[in-house]
Each structure stands twice: as C-alpha cells, then as structure tokens.
C-alpha cells in the first residue's frame, strides 16, 4: 500500500544509467572472446560481475563489520538499463535480470510507480539523427521496455542526456512524460531542484528532471563512493537546502562496483538511512524520504518553464561536438592524440545509412504497405517471429536494423578509430553492406574510400580503410566457420543442437568417409545453406553446396578460426574423452570418493599409460601421447618419475624400440635422436 509523503518533505532521487554497448558478432548475435575483459570472456561478463550483479545484491554492514542485510538498491534507486544489454543479460545473467525486474515491480508496491525509466533503443546521439530515425529508436525503446517490465513507461533516458527541441518533441509524441538532464542543459534552474517544464516548437510539452552535478560529480569521480558518512552528511545539507524539493543525483549505474569497488555498499548504505530499510545508523530523518521521478512528479507536477540549451549533452562541453568533430573532449587529456577521425567516420556512417535508407525505399515499397511504419513495429529481439515473411522483406528489415546500430554513440566517444567500439560499429557497417546484395560491392568500395582518410593514432593500425579490411571484414565467412565448428563437434558425439548460435539453427549428418553435411538456416532472414565438413590433417575444409553455383566455394579453416563456443566444446569433449582414456577405473572410483585429487589421479594414469608405451606397440604409444595432451590440456607437468622410468629404459631399448619411441621421447622433452 502506498502512502505519499508530506508536501514539505525532500526528496532524495538517485538514478542509475546502467548500459553496456552491444558487442555482439553481427554475423553470429553472439559475443566473442574480447582479451581486454580478461580473465572474463567479454566486458559485458565482467561488468556484470563487478556491477549489476552487485547492485542487486549489495551487503549492509553491521555491527563489527558483519552483514546486516542484502539489499537490492534498484528497490530504491531510479534506474534504465540499455535494451541491448538487457536482451543480453536475459539470457547469460539470468539471476541478475530477474532481480532487476523485480525491483521494478517492488518500487510499483511502495510508490505507485515504478523505479525502471526505459531508453531509445540504441544508445544513439538523437540529436545528430533525423527525425524518422528519432521515432524508431524512441519507439522500439518503448516496445522494449513494455515486453520486460510489463508497462508503459513514464520516463526515457536519453543517451548521453543529449537533446534538442525535436528529441524532446518526439519523446512527447509517443507518450513520454519525462526525461533527465544535467543542470546546464537548461538556461536557469527552476527553485530547490524542483522539475522543468519545457515547451517544444510544435507545441508539445515535457517535463525535465535536473540532477544536482555537484553529488553528481561527488559519487562519480569524488570522495563519496569512498566515505559513505560523507555522502548522507552532503544529502542532508542539500536536503535543507531544498525544503519540500528534490535533490537528484544522476550517474552511470557501472559507477557502483566497477568504476569504484564496493561502491554499491555504499549505496546501499545510503539507501539504508534514507528508506529506513533496515537502517544502520538509525532511522531516517522524518523530513526526508527517498522515491523515483515518477512518484514525486505525481505529487509535484512540473510547473516552472524552462528553455533548453542545445544541442546539449552531460559529457561533452561543446554540446555534441565529441560524437562528429575533434572538439578536444576525449578519454586521456594529457595525450597528444588527434580526434580528427570522429568526422570521417561521422560523415563516412551518415553516407552510408543515407544510401540504405534509399535501398530499402526502393525495394520495401512493393513489398510492404507503410515500410517506415514496418520498420518501427519491428522487433530486434525476436528471431523466428517472421518466418512466414518474404525473405527479402526480412532482409531489407535487418538492414535497416544494422543501419541504425552504426551510430551507437561509443563508437565516438573514446580517443582512437582502432579501439573496439569503432570496430564493433564497422562490423555492423560491413553486415549493412552485405545485405543490400547487389549494390554490396559499390557501397563498400565508396565507404572505404570515405574511411582512408580516418588516421589512427596507432600508426601500426594504418587508417580507417585499413582497419577495416583488417580487423571487421571476415576473412571466412560466419556460415562456413560455423559450420566447420558443427562438423568436429559432431565428431566428438557432440549433438549439434547442443552447440546452436543466436543467428543460426543447424542440422547435420553423421560424419562419414565424405565428412558431415552441415545445414544452416539463419533465423531472423531464412536463408539457408548447406556444407560438406571434411577433416584434414591440421584444418578443416568446409565446401559450400549450392547447386545454383556454378562452381563450388570452399575454405580450408584452422581450429583457431573457429567460433569460441565451440573451441569450448571442443577442448570439454576432448578433455572428457582422454580423461576417460587415461585415468582408469580404479583412480576415478577414488577421485569420485574424493580419496584422491584429479591431478593425482591423471598422473598416476598417465604414468601407467607411459610405461605401457615401452612395449614398442602402435596402440601403446598412441595412447602415450594422447596422455601428453590430457597433461597438456590441464596444464600439468610431466610425472617426474614416469618421465625418470621412460628415460632409463629408452637408454635401454634397442635401436629399433628407440626410434618407435623417439616421437613420445619428444613430447616428454628428450633431445631428438
């Protein structure tokens, strides 16, 4: 049951921008091995694990310095999470996902309204987008966020907080009542931090939400993430100072726990003294309380008209200026490096999507009734939705999808063209290109061109056009490394079901004398193909049957090209398999009564099966070296004294046991004779 608080209490509103770009293979829809996120898998991996799932589970401390509480701060705390990174964490951060959902429906409980605000889809600089493109992103943010949370939503998170009057303009056409801004987006500040009221051009209004950039810049990159005290001390002084007002604060969600360890825990400490949820330090001040946006404005409709600065945004001084000009904002300010590629790149990408945009007019329109209105009911997230479309209709719609995904605003933000997000938004230009189909080979040569003159301030990584022959066009393409992944899959009785990726469903025979027929279907389009996988000696070769082409394509691809799901598969069924080879039945009874350690046990197996090699006996000696790569595939050393025992009786053996014996002697590092 809720209850409003009294009109000359202050509120405390703390909100979260939780986003991570999307950093899935357009090709695959699934995310590759990044090396800088190590020892996790990618950045969204570890980001979660430093952050999210943090949030949702911050430990109050208590008395001595043992945990009072587990708390969910989005219980508590404004939030937005990306749509891209939410359809991400669905399914590879599903505890997470599930307690960001719940702490939506929680604030519903004690509020009336909820804490989750939604987010145009991707996180684009709406400011530099057309109108028509404005709609779309707003709209399928909507969608979006209607799907997870399971309403409409009252307020949007503008990426990068930049707006003009027709960003504003079309969030108040689709039903948005409010959005966030920092405290120099607006000309003068309404009194004791109270919301805007801003009128469009056309008439329309909004409401804008200002945060506090003092304890904004405090949480973010000051002391209060690291003095808890200090943070509620500094509240308190705003809160008198705003009586009957709000103070808001208003950062990236990934400050708690990732820019700043345990940040979440103070957060939550916070949370604590405000809420009166299971408060530390006694309870909350009866002139404060702690809600979301939407509830104080229920109580406090916004009445104080504002005037826009704009173009504005929270993280560049020039406006928008960092996401098309080299306008001197940038990651490292004490490195000489140059930011002139930001325009290439810009003027390269708004090419480019002009000319798509020009494709799918001339070939959506006998296709579809609305094609523009077709594109905003789209669904990004969905695969298998519109099987029963005609293909090139679906075609045309993931076009359009990837032409809006090379404008996310990362790609800009950061200091060289060569890091990974430029990359990340190239590969969505080059999957762009591929499907306009016959106008492919035109676009791309005149895209290259735009991009030469894009420098990077790696002189080893050469220029735009480099970076992208290099580094974003596949050298094999995603269909014949997939379906080479499938066929050694299935070698090691590996179902191929088992081993899918996001983009493609797979069916495949046995292996035979001829190799595996692998078919790949791609869900979201329907295209589908079919290869013969064939294991050579070191590669695997993968031959296209097309039997509309006159001549067959084929590749000969090595295990490293393969994708990383399935080198992870590989690596667990060849390491189950020589397990089961090497480590007899005796070791693995102990090992599973835990009267002996896994390593022991693939010793003590690996030692038998080398003393069994000095028979001289192709079988032994294979399986000699098989227990090499079990040793090798676990990082273990060579047993010393089963190494010991085989050199003494390879001093031992005749000429001709010698030499059958001289490629194990190799792989346990005797010289080689």
Not at 72 to 77: I, P, Q, V, W
Not at 231 to 255: F, K, N, P, Q, Y
Not at 552 to 559: D, F, H, K, P
Request: glycine share 8%; charged share 25%; aromatic share 8%.
């Amino acid at each position: 049951m809720t209850q409003a608080p009294p009109t000359d209490v202050t509120s405390i509103i703390i909100h979260g921008h939780y986003y991570q770009p999307p950093r899935e293979n357009p090709w695959l829809e699934e995310v590759e091995i990044e090396p800088t996120a190590a020892p996790f898998h990618d950045w969204n991996q570890r980001i979660e694990q430093e952050s999210y799932r943090a949030v949702v589970a911050a430990r109050v401390l208590g008395h001595e310095g043992r945990i009072a509480s587990v708390l969910n701060t989005l219980s508590y705390s404004s939030f937005n999470f990306g749509p891209t990174l939410l359809s991400w964490m669905e399914s590879a951060a599903p505890d997470t996902y599930a307690a960001i959902l719940e702490a939506d429906r929680e604030s519903i409980r004690r509020l009336g309204h909820g804490n989750a605000i939604a987010q145009p889809y991707h996180h684009v600089i709406l400011p530099l987008s057309t109108r028509r493109d404005k709609v779309t992103e707003v709209r399928w943010g909507i969608a979006d966020f209607r799907r997870r949370f399971g309403r409409e939503p009252e307020g949007m998170w503008l990426p990068e907080t930049a707006v003009d009057d027709e960003t504003l303009d079309v969030l108040a056409s689709e039903g948005i009542r409010f959005t966030i801004l920092a405290p120099y987006q607006v000309t003068a500040l309404p009194p004791s931090g109270l919301p805007g009221l801003y009128r469009t051009k056309s008439g329309r209004s909004i409401t804008v939400c200002l945060y506090d950039g003092q304890l904004a810049q405090g949480v973010a990159f000051g002391e209060l993430l690291r003095d808890a005290g200090l943070w509620i001390a500094r509240l308190r002084v705003s809160a008198a100072d705003h009586r009957g007002g709000v103070v808001a604060i208003a950062t990236d969600g990934e400050t708690y726990g990732h820019h700043h360890k345990f940040g979440e825990m103070a957060l939550a400490r916070v949370i604590s003294e405000f809420s009166g949820e299971t408060s530390v330090g006694g309870p909350s001040a009866s002139e404060i309380t702690i809600e979301n946006f939407a509830s104080f404005l229920a109580r406090h409709p916004a009445t104080h008209e504002v005037e826009l600065v704009a173009p504005s945004s929270w993280s560049c001084a020039h406006g928008v200026e960092r996401w098309r000009s080299e306008c001197g904002c940038k990651i490292a300010p004490d490195r000489p490096t140059q930011q002139k590629w930001r325009a290439v790149l810009r003027n390269a990408c708004d090419w480019l999507a002009g000319e798509i945009h020009s494709i799918y007019e001339r070939e959506a329109t006998p296709l579809m009734d609305d094609i523009w209105g077709a594109r905003d009911s789209y669904d990004p997230t969905r695969r298998d939705e519109h099987r029963g479309a005609n293909q090139r209709v679906r075609e045309l719609l993931e076009l359009e999808r990837h032409a809006l995904m090379i404008f996310t605003s990362c790609a800009w933000f950061f200091d060289d063209i060569a890091g990974i997000e430029p990359i990340q938004n190239l590969k969505y230009a080059a999957r762009a290109i591929e499907l306009t189909g016959k106008d492919a080979a035109r676009l791309e040569t005149e895209f290259l061109l735009r991009l030469a003159t894009a420098q990077s301030n790696d002189p080893g990584q050469g220029n735009g056009r480099d970076i992208y022959l290099n580094r974003v066009k596949p050298r094999i393409p995603a269909e014949a490394r997939l379906a080479a992944g499938f066929g050694l899959i299935a070698t090691e009785n590996v179902s191929i079901t088992e081993a899918q990726a996001n983009a493609f469903s797979a069916t495949g025979s046995p292996p035979g004398v001829a190799g595996s027929l692998v078919t790949l279907r791609h869900r979201r389009i329907g295209t589908e193909h079919s290869f013969r996988v064939a294991l050579l000696e070191t590669e695997i070769e993968v031959t296209l049957v097309e039997p509309s082409l006159d001549r067959s394509l084929g590749w000969r691809i090595l295990e490293g090209d393969l994708w990383d799901r399935h080198r992870e598969m590989l690596r667990k069924a060849r390491l189950h398999r020589l397990f089961t080879d090497i480590v007899g039945n005796d070791e693995r009874h102990l090992l599973t009564s835990g009267d002996l350690e896994r390593s022991e046990a693939v010793r003590l197996g690996v030692a038998r099966a080398l003393g069994q090699s000095r028979s001289g006996q192709d079988a032994d000696i294979a399986r000699a070296l098989r227990a090499i790569d079990l040793l090798d595939m676990l990082g273990l050393s060579i047993p010393f004294d089963a190494q010991t025992a085989f050199g003494r009786a390879l001093r031992q053996a005749g000429p001709d046991l010698a030499a059958r014996l001289q490629a194990l002697a190799w792989r346990l590092g005797f010289v080689q004779k």
